[in-house]
Nanobody, 125 residues
Framework: QVQLVESGGGLVQAGDSLRLSCAAS????????MGWFRQAPGTEREFVAA????????YYAESVKGRFTVSRDNAKSTVYLQMNSLKPVDTAVYYC??????????????????WGQGTQVTVSS
């Protein structure tokens, strides 16, 4: 089992930045791709970003491309999501997820076996 704990959420104004962290513990972090998803009230959970185990490859939803950056520090078993130029539409609970996944599965939430509890991000206009 892998336990994931997100942190860094909060209430910010439009245009501000936040950095979310996702700390992994338990079974080895080695080899896992990591994804970030979000869910706003009344909507389906949606893919935000993902990064390979090595950190060499990443992928973003079109809605966040150019504003969000995913990174990881395997020595600390932590993945980050740097969110810049935040908009009210970015308001959601943000979740990190982990799994042994091929690149083609990164956007599929059902492919990830391990999930954090989520952290709330609220962007006011």
């Amino acid at each position: 089992q892998v336990q994931l704990v997100e942190s860094g959420g909060g209430l910010v104004q439009a245009g501000d930045s936040l950095r979310l962290s996702c700390a992994a513990s338990g079974r080895t972090f080695s080899g896992y791709a990591m994804g970030w998803f979000r869910q706003a009230p009344g909507t389906e959970r949606e893919f935000v970003a993902a990064i390979s185990w090595t950190g060499d490859n990443s992928y973003y939803a079109e809605s966040v491309k150019g504003r969000f950056t995913v990174s990881r520090d395997n020595a600390k078993s932590t993945v980050y999501l740097q969110m810049n130029s935040l908009k009210p539409v970015d308001t959601a609970v943000y979740y990190c997820a982990a799994g042994w996944l091929s690149v083609g599965s990164w956007t599929n939430q059902y492919a990830y076996p391990y999930w954090g509890q989520g952290t709330q991000v609220t962007v006011s206009s």
